[in-house]
């Protein structure tokens, strides 16, 4: 299984970003996927997860309201779409699935 995710940049706060996590090597779509980050110097930390058919979400509390997660099963893609973008949110973002993790993107919310 193998996971690659894209979409990270500098951005300014109140900005926006949308990333991306392609998977391949299983069947993407029976599977639920995680998105989580992790800041400079500090623990990594869950920051949203979707089901299998795109239905289900749920959020970590730093992030409802103004991050959005969503997939495309025919496209084997997670999506994590990010406004309102604060300085606390600069991290290395990872996504999940199966037990295995991607390469992070990094997102950097500064002016």
């Known amino acids: 299984a193998q996971l690659v995710e894209s979409g990270g940049g500098l951005v300014q706060p109140g900005g926006s970003l949308r990333l991306s996590c392609v998977a391949s090597?299983?069947?993407?779509?029976?599977?639920?996927v995680t998105w989580s980050r992790q800041p400079p110097g500090e623990k990594r930390e869950w920051v949203a997860v979707?089901?299998?058919?795109?239905?289900?979400?749920n959020y970590g509390d730093s992030v409802k309201g103004r991050f959005t997660i969503s997939r495309d099963n025919a496209k084997n893609t997670v999506y994590l779409q990010m406004n309102s973008l604060k300085p606390e949110d600069t991290a290395v973002y990872y996504c999940?699935?199966?037990?295995?993790w991607g390469q992070g993107t990094l997102v950097t919310v500064s002016s």
């Open positions: 090597g299983f069947t993407f779509r029976n599977y639920g």
């Open positions: 999940s699935a199966l037990g295995n």
């Open positions: 979707i089901g299998t058919d795109g239905a289900a979400t």
